[in-house]
């Protein structure tokens, strides 16, 4: 009997010893590259069949999925621009995989999570994804430059700086400039003087999501979406050391700006850290120097990951210090008006695998602390120098998101539910402060999601109802000022996305979006020094409401691609901001333009087009076009600041580790224009570019772009720097060198 028990136990131990052998899991690793050039492709799509699970490799291009049991799998890889592949792999036996894929243009490869809660390629609106390499290859010192020129988005410029894109003629409050998903706490929203707060060294990613996004991201996103995507809080990575540096310089300014990033990731945790600076002097253009154009910023960030095997998340903090200059008393050598900005912010995230009906739940927030000060600098003779602080903002904001994916359920595909809160609270001092100080926050409810129609059809739809509410706080100024207003409203949208092959594809989205007046649209009343008009808010305005349609047809083979897209849109009680022809004379005998907030029923409607050719399988060349027209229809007049009809031709040549190219951008003459709005004439700029890759899987990237070749004088209609008589011209000839090196 002892015998047989000695027995028992040890066959059960060895039964035990192998089961949890056969239940040892170990990470699964590797890193997704180009075939030809070996360099990285960061952002490609790893999905493992077998056990449906997927990410989006990172910055450096790998990919590790921790937790995988031994066994056979098969990877499916995909990457915009790149044949989609299955690859088979032995585990654990094959580890620090490289996949290579290889290149082609094909349409829907590329998963853009702004336009998709789902993770899918299935779109209804267009939209368009820049990943790290192309964002060095256009980089600048403010996110309107980087991605100004690209169909359908323009840029609205007050000196670099607080440059920032515009969509489809949509600008402001309209237009929702987001930090990985969330609204990011600064004041670029509200006054063409102020900056988007992150430098664009910064950025890993950026998508755009041209057209209204309220269903998914409320007021705000009338017009479009533009999502900065960091790593400051790792989501995937190796185990081991890893980062980046980045280092930028420019002629036209004297820019100089870098970037530094580490990361080290263990089996469960990751911590990261980067620090960036930005300095340059004022815009040199072909008239000469435009004085009170100069930046000076520096920015730091550190975070932390964690992952188990149903849990991926995170926090980060980041602080940003900001200088630069406006060229609002040109004519004055002897003023100088300034803005000097800090912003503190705290981030997490975190992403939950249940196994349940509701299969994936995530949550983020952004939590941000701002000030910002706009300094008014007079030189006096003698050296002395008197610094007048007339605004001034100290704002707490605060945005969460949570949202859970729930399994197919009867005709519906994978759907999500969600709801978004957002919270800030802002004082306003200074000696010109032309708004009282103001309480509002916002909740909504959203839900979206995708049915089949057919094997080569699907339909989206989705409904959102939000609520916001908003409080004015007295100052110095409006020392009686207590105002509040509650309002609501609902978004909605339906679509369907068509794919026959893998050649074709078409989208149709019919939405219905809101936005809600902003605090300075509804109570402003004075000067706004930096912006340099007197503005006059009106209290009664109402809710912004659009309805309007947007399509695409994409048709692409292994040598064209294809894109053509509209829009139409009918905005009722649009919030417009007009001059008043009136003038407005300050304590200091100073003239100033009084413009105000008047609700107007407008409408706009317009398209892009683009073409690109793959010659040879190393030399490529295309074309875009695009157009938006905008009307007030209430009397059948233009709006104001719409930018006019552009072109932009290209080639480029690349063998894999070097590349040289060339581009033609024709702005037309934009002479459709309200009162007290100048026309532009037309223009052509040309510009260059060329680099170089070398070393271990081409970690180091050299890139030359000169902008403006021919140093033509032009003014860009989407320019607020004062137009009086005959303008101030844009930048002159620019010789950009960048490198990076990821290691």
């Given amino acids: 009997m002892k015998i047989f028990l000695l027995l028992l136990t040890l066959i059960s131990f060895k039964i035990t010893e192998v089961s949890i052998a056969q239940d040892a899991e170990y990470p699964l690793n590797g890193t997704v590259v180009d075939e030809v050039t070996l360099e990285p492709l960061p952002g490609a799509s790893v999905y493992i069949m077998e056990l449906n699970r997927a990410q989006a490799n990172d910055g450096d291009g790998r990919f590790e999925f921790a937790d995988v049991a031994e066994g056979s799998y098969t990877l499916h890889i995909r990457y915009l621009g790149y044949n989609e592949i299955r690859y088979d792999v032995n585990h654990p036996a094959e580890e620090n995989l490289i996949i290579g894929l290889k290149q082609i243009i094909i349409a829907g490869s590329d998963v853009i999570v702004t336009a998709s809660p789902l993770g899918r390629n299935n779109y209804y609106q267009p939209a368009n994804a820049y990943d790290i390499q192309e964002l060095q290859d256009r980089q600048a010192s403010s996110f309107g430059e980087m991605l100004d020129g690209e169909p359908g988005i323009a840029m609205r410029s007050f000196g670099p700086a607080p440059s920032r894109p515009v969509i489809r003629g949509f600008d402001g409050d309209r237009l929702l400039i987001l930090e990985n998903g969330e609204r990011m706490g600064d004041l670029s929203n509200t006054a063409h003087d102020h900056n988007i707060s992150i430098d664009p060294l910064a950025a890993d990613r950026i998508e755009v999501v041209r057209g209204p996004a309220s269903l998914l991201y409320g007021s705000s996103a009338l017009g479009g979406v533009v999502n900065i995507i960091t790593s400051d809080i790792p989501r995937e990575w190796g185990t081991g050391s890893s980062g980046s540096t980045a280092f930028e310089g420019s002629s036209m300014n004297d820019g100089l700006s870098g970037l530094g990033r580490y990361q080290y990731g263990g089996d469960q945790w990751a911590g990261t850290a980067r620090f960036s600076y930005r300095g340059a002097g004022d815009v040199q253009t072909p008239d000469g120097k435009l004085p009170g154009t100069f930046i000076q910023n520096v920015e730091g960030a550190g975070g932390v990951g964690y992952r188990t ?169 409006f020392p009686n000022m207590r105002e509040s207003k509650t309002v609501s409203a609902f978004s909605g949208s339906i679509g369907v996305n068509i794919r026959p092959s893998s050649q074709f594809e078409f989208g149709a989205q019919f939405a219905r979006a809101h936005r809600f007046p902003i605090l300075e649209e509804m109570y402003a009343d004075g000067v706004h020094f930096a912006a340099g008009v007197f503005e006059r808010g009106n209290p009664s305005l109402g809710t912004e409401v659009g309805h309007g349609a947007d399509l695409f047809v994409k048709w692409a083979n292994n040598r064209i691609e294809t894109e053509l897209s509209g829009f139409y849109y009918r905005i009722s009680d649009y919030v417009a901001f007009e001059p008043t022809g009136s003038i407005f004379i300050d304590d200091r005998n100073r003239e100033w333009d009084v413009y105000e907030y008047r609700a107007r029923n407008a409408e706009l409607l317009g398209g892009e087009a683009l073409v690109s050719l793959r010659l040879t399988d190393h030399w490529e060349a295309g074309a875009s076009v695009d157009y938006v027209r905008g009307s007030i229809t209430d009397y059948n007049s233009p709006l104001p600041t719409m930018p006019p009809l552009r072109h932009r031709i290209y080639t480029r040549y690349e063998t894999g580790q070097w590349w040289i190219g060339g581009n033609l951008r024709i702005v037309n003459s934009q002479n459709r224009v309200v009162a007290e709005e100048l026309p532009t004439d037309g223009y052509k700029l040309i510009g260059l570019n060329a680099g170089y890759r070398f070393g271990d899987l081409n970690v180091h990237r050299i890139s030359l772009v000169v902008e403006n070749l021919a140093d033509t004088l032009y003014r860009d209609h989407l320019s607020r720097i004062d137009r009086s008589e005959f303008g101030f011209p844009m930048p002159g000839r620019n010789i950009r060198l960048s490198y990076r090196f990821i290691f």
Avoid: C
């Fill in 309 to 477: 095997s149903g849990f991926n998340g995170g926090i980060s903090f980041s602080a940003i210090g900001h200088n630069f200059g406006l060229p609002e008393e040109i004519d004055d050598p002897d003023e100088d008006v300034e803005i000097r900005m800090n912003q503190q912010t705290f981030q997490g995230r975190g992403l939950w695998s249940t196994g349940h009906f509701f299969d994936q739940v995530e949550f983020r927030f952004h939590g941000s602390r701002l000030f910002q000060q706009e300094v008014e600098i007079e030189y006096l003779g003698g050296g002395a120098v008197d610094k007048d602080i007339e605004l001034e903002f100290e704002q707490y904001a605060i945005n969460s998101t949570l949202t859970a994916r729930h399994k197919p359920a009867g005709f519906l595909n994978e759907g999500v539910v969600g709801i978004n809160t957002h919270a800030r609270k802002m004082e306003v001092g200074g000696d010109e402060a032309f708004t009282p100080g103001v309480e509002n926050w916002s909740l909504a409810m959203f839900t979206y999601h995708e049915a089949p129609l057919s094997s080569i059809s699907t339909l989206q739809f989705g409904v959102r109802g939000e609520v916001q509410s908003l409080s004015t706080r007295p100052n110095d100024d």
